[in-house]
Structure formats: structure tokens, C-alpha cells
């Protein structure tokens, strides 16, 4: 069973988009039970956005009503860690990611915008890059755009060999 900071997942919803939300419970703690945000990397899972909470049904219901949030505002679908997504991940090495720090070309918007909920950069992508936020494309930028935006194209996009 995975952990993160100390709790055992419980359950999660995994989208499309390489995206998903982790409900979690530790013993010992003030708070008991946590749900948090996390992008599926084949480095493992970056977690982030966690809320504790002291009654396991108050956590069920946010663990339902953000994954249920997410799949309205993103119309995404199921996802699994068998068959990972087939999107463009670009990191914010520089700054949080905020109105005119990303590209948005014509027909390729992003589909996903996250700034972490750190006040500083945090490793991502299995600790290779330090991060702001990411952005989601379904189509790759191009070299110029992400330069031009200072984005930093995930390690393990659907364009590079996957290595494990």
C-alpha cells in the first residue's frame, strides 16, 4: 500500500490526465485522516493541496467532492497506472504559474493548471526538477514556446523514451 508523510492510501480517483486525489489515514496523529492531490509520474506520485482532517467522514466527503469537482471542470475521464496519459507536462521552474507566465497557442490551451501549495519550489518528477506548478497540454509546445515561458518539458513526456 502506498504512503505519503506517514499516511497509508486508502483510495484514490485517477484521471486521464495523469492527475488524481488520494484519501489517506495515519494513527498517532492530531488529525487522522488527509486528502490530497497528486500527479501519476513514472517517477512515482508528486503529492500536494493535502487537507487533515480529525473525522473520517468529513475526508470521505472532500476526497468525493474534489474528485468530483475535477472531473466536471475537466471533463476527465478514468485513468490507471497500466496505461498512463498522453498528455505534454511542463514544469514552472521560475515562478507560480499565473496569468501570462504560460503559453496558451490556438487550439492547444492548457487542460490542467496547478501551482503547488508551497511557498517556494518543491521536487518533482521523482526529485530530477524543482517546481512552482506544472501545466497540461494534449499537444507538445514547442521547443521555442516553453523556452520562451522558461517551462521545463517533464522527463517523462509521451514524446521521450520512458525509462525505468
Not at 497500466?82 to 507566465?101: K, M
Request: proline share 7%.
Amino acid at each position: 500500500m502506498d504512503t505519503t508523510d506517514g499516511y497509508e492510501i486508502q483510495q484514490t480517483a485517477l484521471f486521464e490526465t495523469g492527475h488524481g486525489f488520494a484519501f489517506a489515514q495515519t494513527k498517532g496523529r492530531g488529525s487522522e485522516f488527509m486528502v490530497c492531490q497528486f500527479t501519476e509520474t513514472p517517477f512515482g506520485r508528486d503529492y500536494y493541496h493535502r487537507r487533515s482532517f480529525a473525522l473520517m467522514d468529513e475526508a470521505e466527503r472532500d476526497f468525493h467532492r474534489r474528485s468530483d469537482n475535477y472531473r466536471y471542470l475537466y471533463k476527465a475521464g478514468p485513468g490507471s497506472r497500466q496505461n498512463p496519459a498522453r498528455y505534454f507536462r511542463y514544469y514552472s521552474t521560475q515562478r507560480p504559474v499565473d496569468i501570462g507566465t504560460y503559453p496558451k497557442p490556438d487550439g492547444n490551451e492548457p487542460v490542467v493548471v496547478v501551482n503547488y501549495d508551497a511557498d517556494r519550489r518543491r521536487p518533482v518528477a521523482g526529485g530530477r526538477i524543482s517546481a512552482w506548478g506544472e501545466l497540461t497540454y494534449r499537444e507538445p509546445l514547442t521547443k521555442e514556446q516553453a523556452e520562451a515561458y522558461e517551462l521545463v518539458p517533464a522527463p517523462d513526456g509521451p514524446n521521450l523514451k520512458r525509462t525505468k
